[in-house]
């Protein structure tokens, strides 16, 4: 239903967030909604996602020393303001606030602080990672998932019902969190 990413890919991949299977944009209705997830309004207004058809969400904190204008938007992007909490904004009442417009499902296609904050929140109920024959990374890149996090491999959470697809060249794995099961909205 819906897409999320951080204000750090959103700045870093400049990405548009739409549907294009085979590279070409199509009238499938999903996702219905983007949502940024800026707690300082630092994505410029030139960011692509804003500019693509359909539904942007733009989540910031209120009072953020450092917000910037959330000016010159177009009238498809929705400005939703929420106290600060862990990972920059209150990630539950967000989640909550996607529940109530009827968005059951809600994809995080990053970054690292984003999905770590969600699932420090316990906020996470499936991942599906996809393992490219790529490397990519250095010293000073950040991993795909940041976070508290456990100190130990044995205190790491491991996914149940754990599943793997070849998709081409790539690998899907699917996996559930412990205590969680998937929602499809009914």
């Not at 070409?24 to 309004?41: A, H, K, M, Q, Y």
């Not at 490219?132 to 019902?161: H, K, N």
């Not at 899907?172 to 929602?183: F, N």
Request: glycine share 14%.
């Amino acid at each position: 239903d819906a897409v999320m990413i951080g204000s750090g890919t959103a700045l870093a991949d400049d990405p548009r967030l739409t549907a294009r299977p085979g590279g070409e944009l199509t009238d499938i209705p999903r996702p219905r909604l983007r949502v940024l997830v800026d707690t300082s309004g630092q994505v410029p207004p030139s960011a692509r996602m804003f500019w693509e058809p359909g539904a942007v969400l733009v989540a910031y904190a209120i009072r953020s020393e450092d917000a910037g204008p959330l000016i010159g938007l177009p009238d498809n992007v929705e400005k939703l303001e929420l106290p600060s909490g862990y990972g920059g904004i209150d990630l539950v009442m967000l989640i909550d606030e996607l529940g109530t417009r009827g968005l059951g499902t809600v994809v995080v296609e990053g970054g690292g602080r984003l999905i770590g904050s969600l699932i420090d929140l316990d906020l996470v109920d499936k991942v599906e990672a996809y393992i490219a024959p790529v490397v990519i990374g250095g010293a000073e890149s950040p991993g795909p998932v940041a976070g508290d996090g456990a100190e130990r491999l044995r205190d790491a959470p491991r996914l149940e019902r754990v599943t793997t697809q070849s998709l081409g060249p790539d690998t899907l794995i699917t996996g559930y969190v412990p205590g969680h099961t998937d929602h499809i909205p009914g």
